[in-house]
């Protein structure tokens, strides 16, 4: 699925035990791109938009403007600007990744990285006025993360509002999406979205379970914050939200890329490249989120977003109280937060 993040780690953790980069000729990088062009024309996402991009490659190769060229990494980096330039795609990317020896050392598993870093699973945190604050940094593939994923998920059923932080969050996984979309929803199958694959003519879809492991939280009132650099399936799981009217997105514009790869495609022996050959389709707005990002219902800047969703959530959970003594306690908690919030804010003169 959407696997850009990763597969970026991966090559960089392979590039730093690279030994020093090899010199490039005119004959090599012809044949990157001629592979490219391959590539891109049987299975590119958008067909209609596969010649442009091989047009852009071709010109400007032909004027000259890779002959320059130092390092191979070098010459990925100025044909990902070529192709995203082109494309406006920020998916399509070439990636320097030296084919290893059939005799070098066997890579480590990529699923004991994953393991390092909790599933992408961070902090997670009781605010006051029982608030439950989750930081999901990526969406890892769920047969691996479903077990973690499950235990953090399961906590915030203690919460009476929830915020999820979104904001560092690249992509990742669209089942394990849906894995953690169904925590926010009851037992009912509900259709988040499906994916569109041009390789193979398909279409998948994605339900939230009608079963999980451990609690719920279907009733809490749900924000998600967002940045700039939220992207591709982290953008999924708010527009999803979004459009369903489970969450309010809250914070800045997301990325813009609703498109997604099968992983790397390897185009010579020091080259791979990632190629999306399927795109987003929201069953409710037979759209996505491609080029223009989610926006969000509540837009702050990322640095703002926590505390602005905070005020939002003990504003609603005020409204709903009826338990006088507790009804004063969250009083005195949004009392606090804005007397913060307005301190740190910048004044004008």
Same mark, same amino acid.
């Given at each position: 699925m959407r696997l850009l993040l990763l597969l970026i780690a991966v090559v960089a953790t392979g590039l730093a035990q690279q030994p020093t980069q090899p010199s490039l000729d005119k004959r090599a990088r012809a044949a990157?791109?001629?592979?490219?062009?391959?590539?891109?024309?049987?299975?590119?996402?958008?067909?209609?938009?596969?010649?442009?991009?091989?047009?852009?490659?071709?010109?400007?190769?032909?004027?000259?403007?890779?002959?320059a060229v130092q390092t191979p990494k070098e010459y990925a980096e100025m044909l990902t600007a070529t192709l995203?330039?082109?494309?406006?795609?920020?998916?399509?990317?070439?990636?320097?990744?030296?084919?290893?020896?059939?005799?070098?050392?066997?890579?480590?598993?990529?699923?004991?990285?994953?393991?390092?870093?909790?599933?992408?699973?961070?902090?997670?945190?009781?605010?006051?006025?029982?608030?439950? !604050?989750?930081?999901?940094?990526?969406?890892?593939? %769920?047969?691996?993360?479903?077990? =973690? /994923? @499950?235990?953090?998920? $399961?906590?915030?059923?203690?919460?009476?509002?929830?915020?999820?932080?979104?904001?560092?969050?690249?992509?990742?996984?669209?089942?394990?999406?849906?894995f953690v979309a169904s925590y926010f929803f009851d037992a009912s199958p509900v259709h988040l979205t499906d994916i569109y694959w041009r390789d193979s003519n398909e279409t998948s879809q994605f339900w939230t379970w009608p079963l999980v492991p451990g609690r719920r939280s279907a009733r809490q009132p749900l924000y998600i914050l967002t940045?700039?650099?939220?992207?591709?399936?982290?953008?999924?799981?708010? !527009?999803?939200?979004?459009?369903?009217?489970?969450? %309010?997105?809250?914070?800045?514009? =997301? /990325? @813009?890329?609703?498109? $997604?790869?099968?992983g790397l495609q390897r185009l010579t022996s020091l080259f791979t490249a990632f190629i999306p050959v399927g795109r987003s389709i929201s069953p409710i707005t037979k759209s996505n989120w491609?080029?223009?990002?989610?926006?969000?219902?509540?837009?702050?800047?990322?640095?703002?977003?926590?505390?602005?969703?905070y005020i939002q959530a003990?504003?609603?959970?005020?409204?709903?109280?009826?338990?006088?003594?507790?009804?004063?306690n969250l009083q005195q908690v949004l009392q606090d937060l804005t007397a913060k919030t307005q301190q740190a804010a910048p004044t004008s003169h």
């Open positions: 990157v791109i001629e592979a490219l062009a391959a590539k891109l024309n049987a299975g590119y996402v958008l067909p209609d938009s596969s010649q442009s991009i091989i047009q852009a490659l071709q010109k400007a190769q032909q004027a000259g403007d890779y002959d995203r330039s082109a494309s406006h795609d920020k998916h399509l990317s070439v990636f320097y990744d030296p084919q290893p020896a059939p005799s070098s050392q066997v890579s480590p598993n990529p699923s004991d990285a994953r393991e390092r870093y909790n599933f992408g699973f961070g902090k997670l945190e009781r605010l006051r006025g029982n608030v439950g !604050y989750l930081e999901i940094l990526s969406f890892a593939p %769920v047969e691996q993360a479903a077990e =973690t /994923g @499950g235990t953090y998920l $399961s906590a915030l059923a203690n919460f009476d509002a929830i915020i999820l932080d979104l904001r560092k969050n690249g992509g990742g996984n669209t089942p394990m999406v849906a940045s700039g650099s939220t992207f591709s399936s982290a953008e999924d799981f708010c !527009y999803s939200l979004q459009k369903l009217k489970r969450a %309010v997105i809250v914070g800045e514009q =997301t /990325g @813009g890329g609703a498109h $997604s790869g099968r491609e080029g223009v990002g989610v926006e969000p219902g509540l837009k702050t800047t990322a640095d703002r977003a926590l505390d602005e969703a003990l504003k609603v959970l005020l409204d709903r109280e009826t338990d006088e003594a507790w009804k004063q």
